[in-house]
């Protein structure tokens, strides 16, 4: 998925963009988008890489993942 997708997490929305081993989450917010720093989806739990493989955003494992890692980037100022 070199495209990015919508998803919602926590009641906000993000972009989603898989590249190869890369996931890249991003805000959009007044037209542009800030992208976090990528994640290697082999840190993410089983589950959650078996839910991005399937294309099924709405798995609660990958949102759970997904949101720590913005929790992550929040509490480090980004």
Do not use: C, F, K
Request: hydrophobic content about 30%; charged content about 30%.
């Amino acid at each position: 998925m070199s495209d990015s997708t919508t998803i919602e997490l926590g009641g906000e929305e993000y972009l989603v963009r898989r590249e190869g081993d890369a996931l890249t989450l991003g805000r959009q917010v007044g037209g542009e988008t800030t992208w976090l720093d990528d994640l290697d989806v082999r840190q993410l739990p089983g589950p959650a890489q078996e839910a991005l493989d399937r294309g099924d955003h709405d798995d609660q494992t990958l949102q759970t993942a997904l949101l720590g890692v913005v929790q992550a980037e929040v509490n480090r100022g980004g």
